[in-house]
């Protein structure tokens, strides 16, 4: 069962990143990703957690199925998500450290 930590990391880096992205909108940070950025500027920032959270879902879903069913995509898909799981890893990783001084002052 390979597949299920990778999941679960998956999961938890974008949820990570969610949090420390609202926390570091609402101190006054700014969101560089595209979507997010127009999202936060008009407001709407919890649809953008809200989608963020659906794209997750339909990603490791889609990896899932794959796993299970023994299907041609299965490498191309665990590959990519690795992938995902290192730079989404990497992001979560520079925002915790952007937001840290401000959570401990």
Do not use: C
């Not at 570091?24 to 997010?36: D, S």
């Amino acid at each position: 069962m390979k597949e299920k930590p990778l999941m679960t990391s998956f999961l938890a880096v974008n949820f990570l990143d969610i949090a420390t992205t609202a926390y570091g909108v609402g101190v006054g940070f700014q969101e560089v990703g595209f979507y997010g950025k127009g999202a936060v500027e008009s407001g709407n920032i919890d649809n953008a957690f809200l989608l963020r959270t659906a794209v997750t879902a339909i990603y490791i879903g889609t990896y899932a199925l794959a796993e299970k069913y023994g299907s041609k995509f299965a490498f191309p898909i665990e590959k990519s998500m690795q992938i995902a799981n290192v730079i989404a890893w990497g992001v979560a990783v520079f925002n915790v450290i952007q937001v840290a001084p401000h959570l401990f002052s």
